[in-house]
């Protein structure tokens, strides 16, 4: 299976060349995060006014010195701010970690040096917003770009994020955000677990098999059976290697999928215990 960008040039070649493919999730990712949120004027200005205070930072070793003594006056690590890349959405959730992580420090840095100017304590709530919400997509994005990610992933972690931004009493302020990442996320993977081969790699996958499948999705999944022999049609033994698709959607085993936030507290509808929940998210394979 081949992995290629959302370029319409590309899914063009793939479909011409015959080639099973797969948008890069790490790609759709960016779109659903910058065509969602980023792309809205007064985050657009938020960031544009982080990036320049960042950068008063980054071009001044006597202003890295004082930050670092305000710093140390309000007990916080002493991090350099982070300086974003534009065309990064991960950067720019880092350097907005930053400075909310940072915020006593530089309302104290601003306070001493008059010619500052810090966020207003509506944008820092905003900032908080922002990194809230995010982390998860960072969590995710961290997963699919390691050395041994495996297409297995897709349907969990987009099973996660949704979950993650489903709104709940406690989200002041957070609502709306999440509501507009859920749909965009939604509408862009909508076709995940109608792809025979993210199926197929998903039921096989020990640390996952059927576990992110409804009943009626799990009943579609047979579907793939004939997919997943097809190769072996001509061999005599081909039902034997194969083996039987309802033995692999059984239960999950107890290994990890990783150790990030992301797969914390994934509310599981098939498992109702969260302390079992809890401890296999957590395990350490």
């Known amino acids: 299976m081949g992995i290629r960008d959302n370029a319409a040039n590309m899914i063009c070649a793939m479909r011409k060349a ?76 880092l350097m907005l970690q930053s400075i909310s992580e940072q915020r006593k420090a530089l309302n104290l840095y601003s306070v001493e040096q008059g010619s500052f100017t810090m966020l207003t304590k509506t944008e820092l709530e905003t900032v908080d917003n922002i990194v809230t919400v995010l982390k998860p997509f960072y969590d995710a994005t961290l997963e699919i770009s390691r050395d041994d990610a495996c297409i297995s992933l897709v349907i969990q972690i987009v099973s996660l994020l949704l979950a993650k931004l489903q709104s709940s009493m406690e989200d002041i302020g957070l609502s709306q955000m999440k509501a507009a990442l859920h749909d965009s996320l939604n509408r862009r993977f909508s076709n995940v677990k109608a792809e025979p081969n993210l199926i197929a790699a998903t039921l096989f996958d020990p640390r996952f098999k059927s576990m992110y499948f409804s009943a009626q999705e799990k009943e579609d999944a047979k579907k793939v059976q004939s997919f997943l022999r097809r190769p072996q049609s001509q061999q005599t033994d081909a039902s034997a290697d194969a083996g039987s698709l309802d033995e692999q959607m059984s239960q999950p085993s107890t290994s990890s999928a990783g150790s990030s936030s992301l797969w914390d507290d994934y509310d599981n509808p098939v498992e109702t215990d969260q302390t079992v929940l809890y401890e296999y998210y957590t395990a350490i394979v």
């Open 18 to 93: 015959q080639v099973d493919d797969f948008g890069c999730m790490a790609h759709t990712l960016q779109l659903v995060i910058h065509n969602t949120l980023f792309c809205q004027a007064a985050v657009e200005k938020l960031v544009k006014k982080s990036r320049k205070f960042v950068t008063h930072f980054k071009h001044s070793e006597q202003a890295c010195c004082r930050l670092r003594e305000c710093q140390q006056s309000c007990d916080l690590p002493t991090h350099h701010l982070i300086q974003d890349v534009e065309t990064r959405w991960n950067s720019t959730y």
